[in-house]
């Protein structure tokens, strides 16, 4: 895979799933379009490296991952917080609010958060989600039985935890 054209294929085949994964990952659609803009450029520079066509989209999903336990680990200095609001204009549209299984998701820490995101919502094995975010499948286990065990803590019984929905972009 070395092309323009084959890369610009794999993006539009693949960026609706890969932003629902990062839409799980940050609780915010205007951050995980970032996130994947930001994981679609640092591949578009190695996309010649890539040689196995089947690869690419556990590669890119790595790399989103990644990215987003980076952005958690840096500080965020552009920001200045002020104690008054700026107005906002007529026309900008609100936050989009999210539903209680990705709000519930939100308040995971963004290790756990990852493996829960891509145990069940990518439907990856403990090896595979191991062998993504680089650790142990011990590791793995302990982290989504906690995180399954916070979340049905939050959520009750008749909450649907369906991580594909309306919510999710």
């Known amino acids: 895979m070395s092309s323009e054209a084959e890369f610009a294929d ?29 994981s679609l450029l640092k591949t578009s520079r190695r996309w010649s490296r890539l040689a196995d066509p089947q690869a690419a989209y556990p590669y890119v999903r790595r790399v989103l991952v990644t990215t987003h336990a980076g952005w958690r680990r ?11 609001l700026p107005e906002r204009a007529a026309s900008e549209a609100g936050p989009v609010e999210p539903g209680r299984a990705v709000a519930a998701l939100a308040t995971l820490p963004p290790r756990m958060r990852a493996v829960v995101v891509l145990r069940y919502h990518e439907d990856l094995s403990e090896a595979a989600t191991a062998a993504a975010l680089g650790c142990s499948v011990g590791s793995v286990k302990s982290q989504a039985s906690r995180g399954l065990a916070r979340l049905r803590a939050l959520l009750s019984p008749s ?10 972009p």
């Open 74 to 84: 840096r500080r965020r200095v552009g920001e200045v917080l002020t104690d008054r």
């Open 159 to 168: 909450d649907d935890l369906v991580l594909q929905g309306e919510d999710v």
């Open 10 to 38: 794999f993006v539009e085949q693949w960026s609706p799933a890969l932003l629902r994964v990062a839409f799980l990952l940050t609780g915010d659609r205007w951050l995980a379009e970032d996130l994947l803009q930001t």
